[in-house]
């Protein structure tokens, strides 16, 4: 078994261990050393990436005790070698993972909820509780959570004794083998994980919940601590301060200015639909009721329906809307069906068309000259 220096300090940075084996895998290979400071995914966390003297190592994984380190590079068996993790992103793991157990033993102590999974991503935590929690409740939550954080209370993680274990309440997400390693925050929580966690809660910085999910009757909540909370808040920071500044609002109020805007485009909208209703209209009563195929400038499918339609109602006949720009043009047709489908097909087979319909009415795009289109009709 691979000594887990990870367990006894997660603070280690830094190692010399000896190479066990290597072998070549599908992704590189795979080397066992006698101890490390990677931790392998499990509990719900990634795995640790880093080196191991020149090598990358991009994953780790542990079966029955021993640790595979997944590198680019080959190591010689029976060399020492110098591993050294990321330890920036493990370190927002651990301030992630720990907040995460704090968020857990809270909603378990006030509102009774359990935790039945939970997934340690790149940047943020997820969390899903077996019964729903209003916004008000997790408010409560993430309040008390940072209360925690400020109080800077002190995190032990340790395997206890049989008997010491059958007097422990604790929370366990599943049925573990092997020995139950505890991790015990102080007057908050306790509960089996095998993960690295900080040392105090004061080293959390922040603990965020975001948004949340209905799912089988439970929840499901995304949460952020320490650094990817200060990410997060950046990002959103800057998002909201050009919002604001773009809309003249104070950024407390940016919602309801972004909501103002949209109810004013929507009634802009409907006046511009109106429009373009009455100078169809126009330009219909305007058309010679021998043309059968009409151009007009800056029209969307709909428009050239629209007018198609109008067209074919008020003249009869297979009427066509063209818009665009020297030999490229959408269109729309209209017109008895049967005999616009055979219209349609011989206009197909004369010009480059995409496109088709039915009901009385096609639409596409063709590629000709206007001078063409004309001719064709
Ligand atoms: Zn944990």
């Not at 290979?29 to 400071?37: I, Q, W």
């Not at 604790?170 to 083998?177: A, L, M, P």
């Not at 949209?262 to 330009?283: C, M, P, R, V, W």
Request: hydrophobic share 35%; aromatic share 10%; net charge negative.
């Amino acid at each position: 078994m691979t000594e887990k220096l990870y367990e006894k300090d997660a603070y280690i940075k830094e190692f010399t261990a000896t190479v066990l084996d290597c072998k070549p895998c599908d992704s590189g290979f795979m080397v066992v050393l006698d101890k490390t400071a990677f931790f392998p995914e499990g509990g719900g966390q990634a795995a640790d990436i880093g080196v191991l003297d020149d090598a990358k190592v991009f994953d780790a994984q542990i079966e029955n005790g021993i640790v595979y380190h997944y590198t680019d590079k080959p190591l010689k068996m029976g060399d020492k070698v110098q591993g050294k993790i990321d330890f920036d992103r493990r370190f927002a793991f651990m301030q992630n993972h720990t907040g995460e157990h704090i968020v857990s033993g809270i909603a378990h102590a006030l509102f009774g909820v359990n935790n039945v999974g939970f997934h340690l991503g790149e940047d943020l935590v997820t969390i899903d509780f077996d019964k729903e929690l209003t916004r008000d409740q997790l408010n409560e939550i993430e309040y008390l959570a940072n209360q925690k954080v400020w109080q800077n209370l002190s995190i032990n993680a340790y395997y206890p004794s049989e008997e010491e274990l059958k007097n422990t309440d604790y929370r366990s997400k599943k049925e573990i083998d092997g020995a139950v390693r505890l991790v015990n925050i102080k007057d908050t929580d306790v509960c089996a994980c095998c993960a690295p966690h900080v040392k105090n809660t004061g080293e959390i910085g922040i603990v965020k919940l975001l948004d949340t999910e209905r799912m089988r009757g439970g929840i499901r909540i995304v949460l952020k601590c320490g650094a990817f909370a200060l990410y997060d808040y950046r990002t959103k920071y800057e998002n909201v301060s050009q919002i604001s500044a773009l809309l003249s609002s104070k950024q407390e109020s940016a919602a309801d200015a972004v909501k103002k805007l949209d109810e004013k485009y929507t009634l802009e909208k409907q006046k511009i639909n109106e429009f373009k209703k009455k100078i169809s209209e126009l330009t219909i009563a305007a058309v010679d009721e021998n043309a059968n195929c009409l151009f007009v400038d800056n029209c969307d499918t709909k428009d050239l329906q629209l007018i198609a339609d109008k067209l074919h109602k008020t003249y009869g006949g297979i009427k066509g809307a063209f818009s665009g720009n020297n030999e490229n043009y959408s269109f729309a047709i209209c017109g008895e069906d049967t005999e616009l489908q055979e219209f349609f097909n011989k206009f197909k087979g004369e010009l480059t068309v995409r496109g088709g319909g039915r009901g009385g009415m096609v639409q596409g795009t063709v590629i000709a000259t206007q001078e063409n289109i004309k001719l064709f009709f």
